[in-house]
């Protein structure tokens, strides 16, 4: 037996030498993870040495049980100490490879803009929002019915050619104004009173050039109530207008035509280059087209869910490039779309 107890001595000492010699020269977290696991283990060699204590003597066994804690002991706190070293090591090396040259000159970060028509929309909005007016949006691709039909177009009218508008089938299309809108708006209010502008993306077939585009943007005004009178609307274009363009800023009205409206205007403003006295901006005339507007048509009324024998109303539609390209003194609505950076930061 003390035989066997000693046999047992030399092999505890051996297996602790052992394992502070490969501590020692372990290199990584998972060389030191495998000692670990080797020498600390459930399968490891002192465990079973450990599982052997029943065959030694009572007297020997407290000795041997105290040999095998010991050494298990300075074994797990050396691969504790050298697991420490090389986890600080490993993190150094990371620094070192992550490391950043603040030497290097920075890199500035471009801040965006607006988009000139987008500032345009949200002066438009806010100056109708000041007047009472709510904003009311839909659907860019629209039925037949409510982008003409609602609208009073005859079924002959030239703007429902597939020539002049992009149709998905018979029934449905790419909106060509914004009045679709306001179709809806009225079946969705009738018979309440109406006092709402419709901003969006509109969609023609037209050859792009300087002033044509297949897709633009518009801002729509419907008022319905009773005793709304067309000398309302003249007084709102009016305030608009000033508003836009400046407090000097007039207004005249030509007669037109519009199936939606009756009776219908165009809507000039006092060239804002020369004040009305004739340029070459204005040919001249001392007057720049702005917008149509006129009288809800009866028609219009009674589709929409309202009695023109009680309720009357008026409606304007201006084209937010057109205003954009006076406001701004530009001269090609390509611009627009072309995502020029150096034309885009002058609105900055």
Request: proline fraction near 4%; aromatic fraction near 8%.
């Amino acid at each position: 037996m003390a035989h066997t107890i000693e046999n047992i001595k030399d092999k505890i000492q051996k297996i602790k030498e052992n394992a502070l010699t490969k501590i020692e020269k372990a290199n990584n977290s998972k060389d030191i993870e495998d000692l670990r696991i080797e020498y600390l283990g459930k399968k490891s060699e002192l465990i079973n040495l450990s599982k052997q204590l029943g065959e030694i003597s009572k007297e020997e066994r407290p000795v041997i049980g105290a040999l095998i804690n010991e050494a298990k002991k300075i074994i797990e706190d050396s691969i504790e100490e050298k697991k420490k070293n090389i986890e600080q090591k490993e993190l150094n090396e990371k620094f070192y490879s992550e490391k950043i040259d603040i030497t290097l000159p920075g890199r500035i970060n471009k801040v965006g803009v607006k988009h000139p028509l987008r500032i345009l929309l949200e002066e438009i909005e806010d100056i109708f929002l000041g007047l009472g007016f709510t904003i009311e949006e839909g659907p860019e691709i629209d039925t037949e019915y409510y982008n003409f039909k609602a609208m009073n177009f005859e079924d002959d009218h030239p703007a429902r050619d597939a020539q002049d508008t992009f149709y998905i089938n018979k029934e449905i299309l790419f909106r060509t104004h914004t009045s679709p809108v306001q179709a809806r708006t009225m079946h969705k209010m009738k018979p309440n009173p109406i006092r709402v502008i419709c901003p969006g993306r509109v969609f023609r077939r037209d050859n792009i050039d300087a002033t044509h585009s297949v897709q633009f943007h518009q801002v729509e005004g419907l008022v319905v109530d009773k005793n709304v009178k067309f000398s309302d609307l003249i007084g709102i274009l009016q305030l608009f207008s000033q508003k836009m363009f400046g407090e000097g800023t007039k207004i005249r009205l030509r007669p037109s035509f519009f199936p939606f409206t009756e009776p219908s205007a165009e809507v000039d403003v006092s060239c804002i280059f020369c004040k009305g006295k004739g340029c070459p901006f204005c040919k001249h005339s001392g007057w720049l087209e702005i917008l149509g507007a006129g009288c809800v048509h009866p028609n219009v009324l009674r589709m929409g869910g309202y009695d023109p024998e009680i309720f009357s109303g008026w409606a304007f539609g201006m084209g937010v490039e057109r205003i954009a390209l006076l406001k701004y003194q530009i001269n090609d609505i390509r611009l627009f779309m072309e995502n020029d950076i150096r034309f885009l930061h002058q609105f900055k």
